[in-house]
């Protein structure tokens, strides 16, 4: 996932381009982009979602190229995305031209119910991302982007350039894996078990 938002940033940024990123949120991400010379734009993070107002407001004054949001189970807050946050994210994404990039790492664990932006969007103004690493092995660096399909070939030619391919091994135990169906009742189990550490928290 953390290769995925790399090769987004460098597929659809500039040097000196405006991002939004969540604030708390996590440090890599806001020193990677720092790294390659974008302008990070710090929006506060609640329990419903982001600040709308300070979102509109760098809207209106700086032109953000993207939103990068961790969507459901929130790192740190745990906090997930309503529904209709997400939706006034997306009414903003159309309105002032950003693309929402969807880091949803713990899509294995979080609860059914929890909304995502790109399935509320269908990927128009949305680029998901997700992995592995949260679910199965730690050191499995796998994961997977989804994103508008005008967008494809520009990410696929940055994966290239950049990276070329993800070790096939690795690759190869994911798949059987999710061919056996381990990867679906781990998930299960998992789930099963937050949700009674939950309630008796």
């Given at each position: 996932?953390?290769?995925?938002?790399?090769?987004?940033?460098?597929?659809?940024?500039?040097?000196?381009?405006?991002?939004?990123?969540?604030?708390?949120?996590?440090?890599?991400?806001?020193?990677?982009?720092?790294?390659?010379?974008?302008?990070?734009?710090?929006?506060?993070?609640?329990?419903?979602?982001?600040?709308?107002?300070?979102?509109?407001?760098?809207?209106?004054?700086?032109?953000?190229?993207?939103?990068?949001?961790?969507?459901?189970l929130?790192?740190?807050?745990?906090?997930s995305?309503?529904?209709?946050?997400?939706?006034?994210?997306?009414?903003?994404?159309?309105?002032?031209?950003?693309?929402?990039?969807?880091?949803?790492?713990?899509?294995?664990?979080?609860?059914?119910?929890?909304?995502?932006?790109?399935?509320?969007?269908?990927?128009q103004?949305?680029?998901?991302?997700?992995?592995?690493?949260?679910?199965?092995?730690?050191?499995?660096?796998?994961?997977?982007?989804?994103a508008?399909?005008?967008?494809?070939?520009?990410?696929?030619d940055?994966?290239?350039?950049?990276?070329?391919?993800?070790?096939?091994?690795?690759?190869?135990?994911?798949?059987?894996?999710?061919?056996?169906?381990?990867?679906?009742?781990?998930?299960?189990?998992?789930?099963q078990?937050?949700?009674?550490?939950?309630t008796?928290?």
């Open positions: 996932a953390t290769q995925a938002l790399d090769i987004v940033s460098r597929a659809l940024l500039q040097p000196g381009d405006p991002v939004m990123v969540e604030e708390p949120g996590w440090a890599v991400e806001y020193a990677r982009l720092a790294a390659m010379g974008m302008r990070v734009l710090p929006v506060p993070r609640g329990p419903e979602g982001p600040d709308m107002a300070v979102m509109q407001r760098y809207c209106e004054t700086m032109a953000p190229k993207l939103y990068v949001s961790v969507s459901v929130h790192n740190p807050t745990g906090y995305l309503s529904a209709a946050s997400a939706h006034e994210v997306l009414q903003m994404a159309q309105r002032y031209g950003f693309y929402v990039v969807e880091d949803d790492s713990y899509c294995h664990i979080a609860a059914d119910h929890a909304p995502r932006v790109s399935v509320l969007d269908r990927l103004r949305s680029i998901y991302i997700s992995g592995f690493a949260k679910v199965l092995v730690p050191n499995w660096r796998l994961g997977y982007l989804a508008p399909p005008d967008l494809v070939e520009r990410l696929l940055t994966k290239l350039l950049s990276t070329l391919s993800t070790p096939t091994p690795m690759e190869q135990a994911l798949a059987l894996c999710m061919e056996q169906g381990q990867l679906r009742r781990h998930a299960e189990r998992l789930r078990h937050l949700a009674q550490a939950r008796r928290s």
